[in-house]
């Protein structure tokens, strides 16, 4: 049981470059999220999911993309990265309806250097 | 809106010594759910502790221990006989019943700096 798992661990990109960040999870949980975090500021919510098939904005959505085709993976998207998206980027699940839904687990972290 | 805040952006003590963490938060909705996570040097995010906003009950847990107060919005965080390993950024998270899909909002974390 690998619980919520990264890839890749650490990536450079220039500037307009895209590339997706996967995020998976075998813990069979219904939802789905995508934080980044800043220094000094805590993680911030950029996507999130409830389901296979669905995905809503969090608080930080714009310039990123997500996709949720299927129940285990979640998809993070950036079409043409910036400066400002260099960042961690952590992906978490939780089991969603239920006891301690609430919940979430964390993935290892994905370290973003846009140059 | 919800809002966590975590006033000590840096915290250093000495090795067996007691260090508190404070966290504040503010909510309109009834029932919410209160967190603490860990994330030492190495990166990951570690879950310690949930609590319900209608379960005031304190819990201990070795040596931690996390006090939760309606009436003045915190739930405070104590690490007893604090030890090297304990060296960490700690958040404070908030996640809104009513809010879709159990979002978790975070306070901006305190770092726990544990000399030998």
């Known amino acids: 049981n690998a619980g919520v798992t990264q890839t890749p661990k650490f990536r450079v990109l220039k500037t307009g470059q895209s590339m997706t960040l996967l995020c998976a999870q075998d813990?069979?949980?219904?939802?789905m999220y995508w934080y980044r975090q800043d220094p000094g500021m805590g993680l911030r919510l950029i996507h999130y999911?409830?389901?296979?098939?669905?995905?809503a904005k969090g608080e930080v959505p714009d310039g990123y993309n997500v996709s949720r085709l299927k129940k285990q993976n979640f998809l993070l998207g950036l079409e043409s990265a910036a400066p400002s998206q260099t960042s961690v980027y952590f992906c978490?699940?939780?089991?969603?309806?239920?006891?301690?839904?609430?919940?979430?687990?964390f993935g290892p972290g994905t370290r973003l250097l846009v140059l | 809106a919800q809002k966590v805040t975590q006033a000590q952006t840096e915290i250093s003590v000495v090795e067996k010594e007691d260090v508190t963490l404070d966290c504040v938060y503010e909510t309109r909705d009834t029932t919410y759910y209160l967190f603490w996570y860990k994330q030492p040097p190495s990166g990951e995010l570690v879950f310690l502790i949930r609590r319900n906003s209608f379960d005031e009950q304190n819990e201990i847990s070795g040596r931690y221990s996390w006090n939760f107060q309606k009436s003045t919005s915190s739930f405070n965080f104590t690490i007893t006989a604090s030890q090297v390993v304990d060296s960490a950024v700690y958040f404070c998270a908030l996640s809104e019943a009513q809010a879709a899909g159990n979002k978790l909002t975070f306070g901006g974390g305190t770092r726990v700096l544990v000399k030998p």
């Open positions: 999911s409830v389901g296979e098939g669905t995905t």
């Open positions: 813990m069979n949980h219904e939802y």
């Open positions: 978490a699940s939780s089991p969603g309806p239920g006891r301690s839904q609430e919940t979430q687990y």
